[in-house]
């Protein structure tokens, strides 16, 4: 018998879809939210200022990762959001959102469809 689980991440700011979750580290605490592509790029410019001026210790924050377990965006995350529908139809992957790199070259070996 075939199992598929489908992860839905919920932004964590405003209750709906989000597409990626976001790792950050304050006061030597580590934290992830899980957030749309709004509010993702809202943090990241709020903490831009702060980011410019501090310095990179070289230790990054020990946080448990989820899919490829690199802090790299997934090929799906960088996708535009007519190619992200556009993916979702081909896919029928109407509500996924942990998407694999492979899925994605797949599609394109197809010719974004």
Do not use: C
Not at 16 to 22: C, K, L
Not at 28 to 36: F, H, P, Q, R, T
Not at 100 to 105: H, I, L
């Amino acid at each position: 018998m075939a199992k598929t689980v489908v992860v839905k991440l919920t932004d964590d700011i405003d209750g709906g879809d989000a597409e990626e979750t976001v790792h950050f580290s304050v006061d030597g605490k580590a934290y992830e939210i899980d957030l749309n592509e709004d509010n993702a790029s809202r943090l990241r410019s709020v903490l831009q200022p702060f980011i410019e001026k501090a310095r990179q210790t070289g230790v990054r924050a020990r946080v448990a990762r989820i899919g490829n377990g690199t802090s790299e965006k997934t090929m799906f995350s960088q996708l535009s959001i007519d190619e992200k529908e556009r993916f979702r139809k081909w896919a029928d992957m109407a509500t996924a959102r942990r998407i694999s790199d492979a899925r994605v070259k797949s599609w394109m070996a197809a010719g974004k469809p």
